[in-house]
């Protein structure tokens, strides 16, 4: 079911426009049933609401509706913050637009949309009521964003919509993502290292994890799982040496001491920085730890919210590592959730988490946003393995 993906594996689609565009309609249109309050008062909606929903063929997507791009005074500023933190995971933007047309409003809307290379689709609602102008259709044209007409009221035009979105969504979104089947060959064994501390969740493993063993079992491999303090017992109980050791991070270089050169080594996170952002790029972020300066911030940032442990891994942890291994006085600022800070240039790094609760789209443009303002990035594994000393055994199962 639908409802049942993780977070960060469903495409985000997300509705736009004024207020009183009749986004809420469309969302309640689109789900088939009701999600969103409808009134016929502007700014009804206040905080995004999210639908998941099977778009087939496409499979689980998450449908959000936001308050209007136009809102006003303090508490509309706020509602407008919120909504474009949502634009920031969205793959898909339906720009809705209301029987007014296409007005100053709705053109800077997809102007931005388009400068932050989010797929656009413009949706002339209120179809019912009003057609739609053929100066608003030449816009479209000449601005080369498609557009569909709808009357979420009247139920007409739903399912063009649904097919349009289907047709929209870059091909990269909708093949299915490599985690680490293409390591592997059916039959081969799969080593994975859990260690079991204060940070891990209780009676279960983490869903990076959970993801890497699902799939290790769809390529018909065997997958076998230990803490680290029974890796070497396991090792010697093999018949032959596995194909691969997927390893958690924090014990990384006490498994690289363990498992033989000639096994080749990685790591969860590694896999995730591949599976939801650009490895190399981040393997070269990582390569950035020395170069930094004393004095200089790092950019310590989480796509979740949680109640950080005594030790927690990027707060404590990792801060503690790169200040050993650089030898330099540095200042560590940490940003969790939906929360990115704008003033990025004033870091000298980014350190980003695996992104296993959010999505591909947030994590890329997260990435790119880093990179064109100059900021070296990387994710928590890839510079932890960095500054343990391993990082080139541990990205060279993937030719870097």
């Given at each position: 079911?639908?409802?049942?993906?993780?977070?960060?594996?469903?495409?985000?689609i997300t509705l736009v426009g004024r207020r009183n565009a009749g986004k809420s309609s469309l969302i309640n249109?689109?789900?088939?049933?009701?999600?969103?309050?409808?009134?016929?008062?502007?700014?009804?909606?206040?905080?995004?609401?999210?639908?998941?929903?099977?778009?087939?063929?496409?499979?689980?997507?998450?449908?959000?509706?936001?308050?209007?791009?136009?809102?006003?005074?303090?508490?509309?500023?706020?509602?407008?913050?919120?909504?474009?933190?949502?634009?920031?995971?969205?793959?898909?933007?339906?720009?809705?637009?209301?029987?007014?047309?296409?007005?100053?409003?709705?053109?800077?809307?997809?102007?931005?949309?388009?400068?932050?290379?989010?797929?656009?689709?413009?949706?002339?609602?209120?179809?019912?009521?009003?057609?739609?102008?053929?100066?608003?259709?030449?816009?479209?044209?000449?601005?080369?964003?498609?557009?569909?007409?709808?009357?979420?009221?009247?139920?007409?035009?739903?399912?063009?919509?649904?097919?349009?979105?289907?047709?929209?969504?870059?091909?990269?979104?909708?093949?299915?993502?490599?985690?680490?089947?293409?390591?592997?060959?059916?039959?081969?064994?799969?080593?994975?290292?859990?260690?079991?501390?204060?940070?891990?969740?209780?009676?279960?493993?983490?869903?990076?994890?959970?993801?890497?063993?699902?799939?290790?079992?769809?390529?018909?491999?065997?997958?076998?799982?230990?803490?680290?303090?029974?890796?070497?017992?396991?090792?010697?109980?093999?018949?032959?040496?596995?194909?691969?050791?997927?390893?958690?991070?924090?014990?990384?270089?006490?498994?690289?001491?363990?498992?033989?050169?000639?096994?080749?080594?990685?790591?969860?996170?590694?896999?995730?920085?591949?599976?939801?952002?650009?490895?190399?790029?981040?393997?070269?972020?990582?390569?950035?730890?020395?170069?930094?300066?004393?004095?200089?911030?790092?950019?310590?940032?989480?796509?979740?919210?949680?109640?950080?442990?005594?030790?927690?891994?990027?707060?404590?942890?990792?801060?503690?590592?790169?200040?050993?291994?650089?030898?330099?006085?540095?200042?560590?600022?940490?940003?969790?959730?939906?929360?990115?800070?704008?003033?990025?240039?004033?870091?000298?790094?980014?350190?980003?988490?695996?992104?296993?609760?959010?999505?591909?789209?947030?994590?890329?443009?997260?990435i790119r946003e880093c990179t064109r303002r100059g900021v070296p990035v990387t994710n928590y594994g890839v510079?932890?393995?960095?500054?343990?000393?391993?990082?080139?055994?541990?990205?060279?199962?993937?030719?870097?």
């Amino acid at each position: 079911m639908s409802d049942k993906a993780p977070r960060g594996e469903r495409l985000v689609i997300t509705l736009v426009g004024r207020r009183n565009a009749g986004k809420s309609s469309l969302i309640n249109a689109l789900a088939g049933q009701q999600i969103a309050i409808v009134s016929d008062v502007p700014g009804t909606t206040t905080d995004p609401v999210a639908k998941p929903y099977e778009l087939l063929p496409l499979g689980p997507v998450t449908f959000y509706d936001t308050a209007g791009l136009d809102d006003s005074g303090e508490l509309g500023e706020m509602r407008v913050r919120s909504a474009r933190k949502v634009l920031a995971r969205t793959d898909v933007a339906l720009l809705v637009v209301s029987e007014a047309g296409m007005e100053e409003a709705e053109k800077r809307m997809l102007a931005d949309l388009q400068a932050m290379e989010i797929s656009a689709l413009v949706v002339f609602n209120k179809q019912d009521i009003a057609d739609v102008r053929p100066e608003d259709v030449r816009f479209c044209h000449e601005a080369g964003v498609r557009h569909v007409q709808v009357s979420s009221v009247a139920q007409k035009g739903i399912s063009e919509l649904k097919s349009a979105i289907v047709e929209m969504v870059p091909e990269e979104l909708k093949a299915d993502p490599v985690l680490v089947s293409d390591l592997i060959s059916e039959g081969d064994t799969v080593l994975c290292v859990v260690p079991i501390d204060l940070a891990a969740p209780k009676g279960r493993l983490i869903l990076p994890q959970v993801q890497v063993l699902r799939d290790v079992l769809d390529a018909d491999a065997m997958g076998m799982v230990v803490k680290e303090r029974e890796l070497e017992a396991a090792l010697d109980k093999l018949v032959s040496p596995p194909a691969l050791v997927i390893t958690d991070s924090q014990v990384v270089l006490k498994v690289a001491g363990d498992v033989d050169d000639d096994i080749p080594m990685t790591t969860f996170s590694t896999l995730f920085a591949r599976y939801k952002g650009d490895l190399e790029l981040l393997v070269r972020g990582a390569r950035a730890i020395d170069s930094l300066r004393d004095g200089d911030t790092v950019l310590m940032c989480e796509a979740c919210s949680h109640h950080a442990v005594a030790d927690d891994i990027g707060r404590v942890k990792i801060p503690r590592w790169i200040t050993q291994y650089t030898g330099r006085e540095l200042s560590f600022e940490m940003y969790a959730g939906h929360d990115f800070p704008e003033d990025l240039e004033r870091y000298a790094l980014a350190v980003h988490c695996g992104g296993c609760m959010t999505n591909r789209a947030e994590m890329m443009r997260r990435i790119r946003e880093c990179t064109r303002r100059g900021v070296p990035v990387t994710n928590y594994g890839v510079a932890i393995s960095k500054v343990q000393g391993v990082l080139e055994r541990v990205v060279a199962p993937f030719g870097l």
